[in-house]
Structure formats: structure tokens, C-alpha cells
């Protein structure tokens, strides 16, 4: 599939895989909650496959999305973030609702996120609580990042 791309004012939101900048994306997860400590190169394979959403502004990276898909039923909107600076501004508001426009996320039957504090947000776009949690299960490891690399 070719690169999607949206422009508003100074920004830019684009899938090409040649503007997003590793480095950035793993500076900001690095430091975020949900995946501290998380080491560079787990970062590049996770892009690597993915279908990615860099919002820039500029050539710098402000933002980024990331979705797990098998781009027929099932989506995974990961790692999704727009740096301090930036926020109050409706940017995440225009990354979520543009990527949700992509070829490739429409007409899944599910498509699920975690989040911890910004319910308000997707709720905004249709996301709701899993209408049956108790089908739900999941492998979780708390603070992998911390213990693989040592930390506390």
C-alpha cells in the first residue's frame, strides 16, 4: 500500500516509513509508563512491523501512533503519544481521527487499545470498555523493561 499522508498548518501526520525518526519515538516510550526502560532495538522491530503514524512538525517528530493489524479484522492502537510541547493544541485529537481514515483500519470487526488516562480521548472516536471483559485474557509482565535491563 502506498504512504498516507495528511498535512494541517505546519504538521504533518505520514506512514512513510523513511520520516520516522526511531530515535525520537524511542526517546519519548523510554520515559512514558507504559514502556520505560523499553530498549532501542525492541523499538525499531516494533515499527518494523507495524503500521505507523509519525506526526511531524516540520521534519521533527512530534507524535506517533502505532497499530498492530492483520489490516482485514483486527487492530491494536499501541505507543500512541504527542510530546509535552505540543499537547492542547487538538493534535492527538487530528493523529487518532486520520488514522482511523486508513484503508487498511477500516471495517475491522475489533480493534482494541490500553490506556491509562485518556479514555476521554478515544471515547471521543467510539472506543468503549470490552462489552465482555471476562473474554478477555491477556500475558502481562509488569516493568519487563526495568528487570531485563537490571533496573529495579
Avoid at 504512504?3 to 506512514?15: L, Q, V
Avoid at 530498549?39 to 503514524?53: H, M, Q, T
Avoid at 507524535?63 to 479484522?73: L, N, P
Amino acid at each position: 500500500m502506498s504512504d498516507f499522508e495528511r498535512t494541517r498548518g505546519a504538521f504533518t501526520i505520514t506512514t512513510d516509513p523513511r520520516r520516522i525518526d526511531v530515535d525520537a519515538v524511542h526517546a519519548y516510550l523510554s520515559r512514558s509508563y507504559w514502556a520505560e526502560q523499553i530498549p532501542r532495538e525492541i523499538v525499531a522491530r516494533s515499527i518494523e512491523g507495524s503500521l505507523n503514524f509519525a506526526l511531524l512538525q516540520g521534519a521533527s517528530q512530534i507524535g506517533f501512533a502505532r497499530v498492530v493489524t492483520d489490516s482485514a479484522t483486527f487492530a491494536y492502537l499501541c505507543d500512541v503519544y504527542v510530546l509535552e510541547e505540543f499537547r492542547g493544541q487538538g493534535l492527538s485529537k487530528w493523529l487518532i481521527g486520520e488514522m482511523l481514515t486508513h484503508p487498511s483500519l477500516r471495517g475491522l470487526r475489533r480493534f482494541l487499545l490500553a490506556t491509562r488516562d485518556a479514555h476521554g480521548l478515544y471515547a471521543q472516536f467510539g472506543f468503549a470498555p470490552p462489552r465482555n471483559p471476562a473474554a478477555l485474557m491477556e500475558i502481562t509482565k509488569p516493568d519487563f523493561y526495568k528487570r531485563a535491563q537490571g533496573g529495579a
